[in-house]
């Protein structure tokens, strides 16, 4: 138990926000207090079905109990201790993770950002022998906010007024192929890419597209990245989404999901190319440290030991049905997106307003890219919950169709 007890009303907390807290996120007027599974209570103990728990951090749920377990022993024990010495915990996680992609090994960070740092920097490093160093990113890509993530980020309206971004980065078309070779020169070191892009839309690649980088890739020996800080841990039904697609990276990043809530990143990469982020070149101060990886092997020994990959592809199927139902009855539904427990219904109309009303009827999921209802709900998560919350979404968009159509 926390010794800190909640004592004020969201608007208390809100104010001390407006007087201390840097505003540079748009936040809704509540303040939560608790969490249990895919539930959150606000301080004035309204509870919320949480279909985007912690921006899909939290894929066992709000405080898994194998996690706040392994976590609170491991408190008493160790909390950390620098990367100048060997850990059991942190050898037992690179190997863990290792076992459930392929093969490779391991650099630990905090933040997904991070881990897209090391992945940048892995591979300035290996292609520096070449004298390569450009790396192609994909419009509407994420990758996070440090000024590498920044500009492997091609979205102009992340990059405003923070110019001048790092040299290096090109840009291609999410899906064109053709596009990606034309672009590729003799200063081109990797590809960089989510397998599925999250932020920009939960859009899933064209059939063949990461076979096809894969195959540039190897033709013009570049190293192919595969940013799977949304789509990894098992988010998708697959440990990792690369699995699902028959596409093997030979980078790949992790961080949200990865220590089931808490902060944790990783960078993943074969033995062989990971001798070019040689001694010295690249450090992470908490990375790897014993919190994050007994919290990270609990995650990952909770998934297998409750079927949970299984699970997630139920849950997929049971959002599909839902929602392409809902694309029959409500015009306001363009598109539906799932693998897994990634899911995007995409609207004819901003999303702002669903949101907010899903919000007036405790149910919280996410907009993102203006029209995209996204969900990332636990991969716990129980059929009827899942039922409860389309039940929530789907009243709302057909009120919503409703209005539409009456103000027309
Ligand atoms: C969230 C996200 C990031 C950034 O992660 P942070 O932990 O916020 O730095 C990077 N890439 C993808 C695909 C993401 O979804």
């Given at each position: 138990m926390s010794n800190h007890n909640n004592t004020m009303s969201s608007e208390e907390t809100e104010k001390l926000f407006q007087r201390y807290v840097i505003p540079n996120y748009g936040r809704y007027p509540i303040s939560l207090v608790r969490g249990e599974g895919p539930y959150v209570w606000d301080a004035e103990g309204d509870r919320y079905l949480d279909l985007f728990c912690g921006?899909?951090?939290?894929?066992?749920?709000?405080?898994?109990?194998?996690?706040?377990?392994?976590?609170?022993?491991?408190?008493?024990?160790?909390?950390?201790?620098?990367?100048?010495?060997?850990t059991e915990l942190q050898g037992l996680w690179?190997?863990?993770?290792?076992?459930?992609?392929?093969?490779?090994?391991?650099?630990?960070?905090?933040?997904?950002?991070?881990?897209n740092e090391a992945a940048i920097k892995l591979a300035r490093l290996h292609n520096a022998p070449r004298r390569r160093y450009k790396i192609i990113t994909f419009e509407d890509g994420f990758h996070g906010r440090t000024f590498g993530s920044t500009t492997a980020t091609a979205q102009p309206k992340y990059h405003e007024?923070?110019?001048?971004?790092?040299?290096?980065?090109?840009?291609?078309?999410?899906?064109?192929l053709?596009?990606?070779?034309?672009?590729?020169?003799?200063?081109?070191?990797?590809?960089?890419?989510?397998?599925?892009?999250?932020?920009?839309?939960?859009?899933?690649?064209?059939?063949?597209?990461?076979?096809?980088?894969?195959?540039?890739?190897?033709?013009?020996?570049?190293?192919?990245?595969?940013?799977?800080?949304?789509?990894?841990c098992g988010r998708t039904g697959d440990w990792f989404a690369y699995q699902g697609f028959g596409v093997v990276p030979d980078v790949m990043t992790l961080s949200k999901a990865l220590?089931?809530?808490?902060?944790?990143?990783?960078?993943?990469?074969?033995?062989?190319?990971?001798?070019?982020?040689?001694?010295?070149?690249?450090?992470?101060?908490?990375?790897?440290?014993?919190?994050?990886?007994?919290?990270?092997?609990?995650?990952?020994?909770?998934?297998?030991?409750?079927?949970?990959?299984?699970?997630?592809?139920?849950?997929?199927?049971?959002?599909?049905?839902?929602?392409?139902?809902?694309?029959?009855?409500?015009d306001l539904v363009r598109e539906v997106r799932v693998r897994g427990a990634m899911i995007g219904v995409e609207l004819s109309i901003e999303g702002a307003e669903t949101v907010r009303a899903c919000l007036e009827?405790?149910?919280l999921v996410n907009c993102t890219h203006e029209t995209v209802i996204r969900l990332l709900p636990s991969m716990n998560l129980t059929e009827q919950q899942a039922h409860e919350g389309c039940d929530i979404l789907a009243d709302v968009l057909k009120k919503q169709a409703g209005n539409h159509l009456s103000a027309q």
């Amino acid at each position: 138990m926390s010794n800190h007890n909640n004592t004020m009303s969201s608007e208390e907390t809100e104010k001390l926000f407006q007087r201390y807290v840097i505003p540079n996120y748009g936040r809704y007027p509540i303040s939560l207090v608790r969490g249990e599974g895919p539930y959150v209570w606000d301080a004035e103990g309204d509870r919320y079905l949480d279909l985007f728990c912690g921006w899909g951090c939290n894929l066992l749920g709000h405080c898994p109990p194998a996690v706040v377990e392994a976590v609170r022993a491991q408190l008493g024990r160790l909390i950390h201790v620098p990367n100048t010495w060997h850990t059991e915990l942190q050898g037992l996680w690179a190997k863990a993770l290792s076992e459930r992609s392929f093969g490779g090994q391991a650099f630990f960070c905090n933040s997904g950002t991070e881990a897209n740092e090391a992945a940048i920097k892995l591979a300035r490093l290996h292609n520096a022998p070449r004298r390569r160093y450009k790396i192609i990113t994909f419009e509407d890509g994420f990758h996070g906010r440090t000024f590498g993530s920044t500009t492997a980020t091609a979205q102009p309206k992340y990059h405003e007024d923070l110019g001048p971004l790092m040299a290096g980065f090109v840009y291609a078309p999410f899906g064109d192929l053709d596009a990606v070779t034309k672009l590729i020169d003799d200063e081109t070191a990797a590809l960089m890419i989510e397998p599925i892009q999250g932020e920009g839309g939960v859009r899933l690649p064209p059939d063949g597209f990461l076979a096809g980088l894969r195959e540039l890739a190897d033709r013009h020996e570049l190293l192919l990245i595969f940013d799977e800080v949304q789509t990894g841990c098992g988010r998708t039904g697959d440990w990792f989404a690369y699995q699902g697609f028959g596409v093997v990276p030979d980078v790949m990043t992790l961080s949200k999901a990865l220590c089931g809530g808490l902060a944790g990143g990783a960078m993943l990469t074969t033995a062989e190319i990971a001798k070019s982020l040689r001694p010295g070149m690249h450090a992470c101060t908490f990375g790897g440290n014993p919190i994050a990886a007994s919290a990270g092997l609990a995650f990952i020994e909770a998934v297998e030991r409750d079927g949970l990959l299984e699970n997630a592809k139920r849950l997929g199927e049971v959002f599909r049905s839902r929602f392409e139902q809902l694309r029959g009855e409500c015009d306001l539904v363009r598109e539906v997106r799932v693998r897994g427990a990634m899911i995007g219904v995409e609207l004819s109309i901003e999303g702002a307003e669903t949101v907010r009303a899903c919000l007036e009827r405790k149910l919280l999921v996410n907009c993102t890219h203006e029209t995209v209802i996204r969900l990332l709900p636990s991969m716990n998560l129980t059929e009827q919950q899942a039922h409860e919350g389309c039940d929530i979404l789907a009243d709302v968009l057909k009120k919503q169709a409703g209005n539409h159509l009456s103000a027309q």
